[in-house]
């Protein structure tokens, strides 16, 4: 059995070598590491606020990928990658706020499940209202009542009824595949997170999901469709989303954050927006695979890694307009898309482009501040999840 100093040992050695490339040298403490046991100490849990910053970059780089496949122009873009980010991010950010009340037994897996539900369905209805609403009028106009009702129902249930019809997982809000599959990541990180698992199966567990997913990138040649693109990749997608997830949760639970020094923002802004928007032709599959399994965890814990000193209010609003940007996008391109067409492309396309993206991220805006949080304070108050 491994002791506790050696596992200690294994996993600073490992930071180390991942994080700066060397396999000896110590480092003081940064003010990030100085911040983060600090706020252990008294029991306050940390709010990475560099993390919400690259959320909300994430999430309008997806907003630019959807915009340049509904439009039709060239974008050299990897932004599908953006949900893996958000995978492991959402992964860490859990278990740093609910692995100790989990172990514990101060919050149940019932009780964290409503939580995780409060938190993405009512953004999750207006998806799939705005969905309906594209549907009929931008993207399938002909289509019947009953389709539209099998596709809405199946979206609010989180099912992907899609496939039923010929079509994509969650074809009234495409998006949606992927909270899905962070949906299904969260319940059973809720069920099994009071087990004590043994660190050597952690490793096992994160090992095998990693050849698996190397599998599944060999197959497709890339990881984009995986997840909703049929029946086959739907069911890759539990791999997809099952190694980012378990990365992000073990980020925190080896504590690898502090045994990096403080870090400066620009470098995981810059390598994110490197992932996302790589300028070069590379083979997708070994790209994918590479930024997926090494680089977005290394993003996710440099960015966790950044000093926490000072109030950034761009960066919390980012990260508070990440979650409606993501589910109410890409029905608003494509009723921009389609007043684009119906008016014989009148407006140039740049600035209708420019247009919709803007009408996305207001929207996003509006249903945040007047829907999304009030509801949400609401039904926490109701169920008493405070």
């Known amino acids: 059995m491994l002791s506790e100093d050696a596992k200690e040992s294994f996993i600073s050695a490992t930071a180390l070598v991942v994080i700066t490339g060397h396999e000896d040298g110590a480092t003081d403490p940064g003010p990030s590491d100085a911040l983060y046991l600090a706020n252990w100490e008294y029991g306050v849990k940390p709010h990475f606020i560099f993390l919400d910053e690259l959320r909300g970059i994430a999430a309008i780089s997806v907003a630019l990928l959807h915009a340049s496949q509904v439009f039709g122009f060239n974008l050299n873009s990897h932004a599908y990658l953006a949900v893996d980010f958000f995978l492991c991010l959402s992964g860490f950010v859990l278990a740093n706020a609910y692995d100790q009340k989990l172990r514990s037994g101060a919050l149940r897996s019932p009780a964290f499940l409503l939580k995780r539900m409060v938190r993405l369905y009512p953004m999750i209805v207006v998806g799939v209202g705005l969905g309906v609403l594209a549907l009929q009028v931008a993207y399938a106009p002909g289509i019947s009542l009953a389709d539209v009702s099998i596709l809405a129902v199946g979206a609010l249930l989180l099912l992907p009824a899609g496939f039923l019809l010929g079509q994509e997982a969650f074809a009234i809000n495409n998006p949606l595949w992927s909270i899905f599959f962070e949906m299904v990541a969260g319940m059973i990180y809720g069920s099994v997170a009071r087990l004590r698992i043994h660190f050597w199966h952690e490793i096992a567990a994160l090992a095998l999901l990693a050849a698996a997913l190397f599998a599944i990138v060999s197959i497709e040649g890339t990881i984009g469709p995986v997840g909703f693109g049929n029946w086959r990749t739907f069911f890759e997608g539990f791999v997809r989303a099952g190694f980012s997830f378990l990365a992000g949760i073990l980020i925190f639970r080896w504590q690898i954050i502090q045994r990096i020094p403080a870090v400066r923002r620009q470098i995981p802004l810059f390598v994110l927006i490197a992932v996302l928007f790589l300028p070069f032709a590379v083979p997708r599959d070994i790209y ?48 921009g898309s389609q007043f684009q067409n119906v008016t014989n492309s009148f407006i140039p396309l740049p600035i209708a482009v420019s247009c919709t993206l803007l009408a996305a991220v207001a929207g996003a805006h509006f249903l945040h501040t007047q829907f999304d949080r009030p509801v949400r304070a609401y039904l926490s108050r109701k169920f008493s999840l405070n």
């Open 288 to 335: 994918d695979f590479v930024c997926i399994a090494v680089i977005i965890p290394i993003v996710v814990a440099l960015a966790a890694a950044v000093p926490q000193s000072e109030e950034q209010p761009f960066a919390a609003y980012l990260g508070q307009l990440s979650y409606p940007l993501y589910t109410v996008h890409l029905p608003v391109i494509q009723l």
